[in-house]
């Protein structure tokens, strides 16, 4: 399998643009995972999908962010706008169930807000 | 909800030391436990993990770990580390069983380890 595969790898935008980032899991993993990294909070949750359905995003920072699953083979993170203060490393992970197996990570996108 | 506390932020040997990282979680109830690292500009990769049974855990590239429950540790060991171990590394917890249907898997802060040859 060729793992969890995030594009693009870097991003650079304007403030106030949109950025998509997209991630494709391993498949037959029912869970999925999206997770911010920067070096003043580590590593964040932002949400997580089982089954293609969000079960907690309590970790999406606002507003600005939301995230979709349309199956299960797919997955976007959205920021619009974006802001400099959303520059950090997003990293998409998936699991065969939550909870029960050990998450497999993705390459992560840096984004860099200017 | 649970929380990971990893006790040095950046630790330097030299090569053939013995390593040891701390990580304690703070949770009520049985959680699933592992330790990540993130070689630098690439993505977290699992070192090991324990669910349940033999509380000490060997893991690849000749770590492992213990779990000591009265203490709720869970810490990284390896024998003698080499150049290569330059990395940081990422305890994680997670509740075992979710009653309410949030498995959210917490990371602690990381600590960076830096190996001399």
């Known amino acids: 399998d060729a793992g969890v595969i995030q594009s693009p790898r870097h991003e650079v935008t304007e403030m106030g643009q949109e950025v998509t980032l997209r991630c494709k899991p391993i498949?037959?993993?029912?869970?999925l995972f999206w997770y911010r990294q920067t070096m003043m909070r580590g590593l964040e949750l932002l949400i997580y999908?089982?089954?293609?359905?969000?079960?907690?995003d309590s970790g999406m920072p606002e507003d600005r962010f939301s995230a979709k699953m349309p199956n299960a083979s797919f997955s976007t993170l959205k920021i619009q706008p974006s802001e400099p203060r959303d520059s950090a490393v997003y990293f998409c992970?998936?699991?065969?169930?939550?909870?029960?197996?050990?998450?497999?990570f993705g390459p992560g996108t840096r984004l860099t807000v200017t | 909800a649970q929380s990971v506390s990893q006790h040095n932020h950046h630790v330097i040997l030299s090569e053939a030391a013995s390593l040891e990282l701390g990580c304690n979680y703070s949770?009520?109830?049985?959680?699933?436990l592992f330790w990540y690292v993130q070689y630098p500009g690439q993505h977290l990769q699992l070192l090991l993990k324990?669910?349940?049974?033999?509380?000490l855990v060997k893991g690849i590239k000749g770590f492992e770990a213990e779990f000591i429950k009265s203490k709720f540790s869970f810490n990284l060991r390896k024998p003698s580390v080499q150049w290569s171990d330059t990395a940081e590394y990422f305890c994680?917890?997670?509740?075992?069983?979710?009653?309410?249907?949030?498995?959210?898997?917490?990371f602690g802060k990381g600590t960076k380890l830096s190996v001399i040859p």
């Open positions: 949770y009520g109830g049985t959680v699933n």
């Open positions: 498949s037959g993993h029912n869970s």
């Open positions: 324990y669910f349940s049974g033999d509380p």
């Open positions: 999908f089982n089954n293609n359905v969000p079960i907690d």
């Open positions: 992970a998936s699991s065969l169930e939550a909870g029960e197996d050990e998450q497999y």
């Open positions: 994680a917890v997670i509740p075992a069983y979710s009653g309410a249907g949030s498995y959210q898997l917490t």
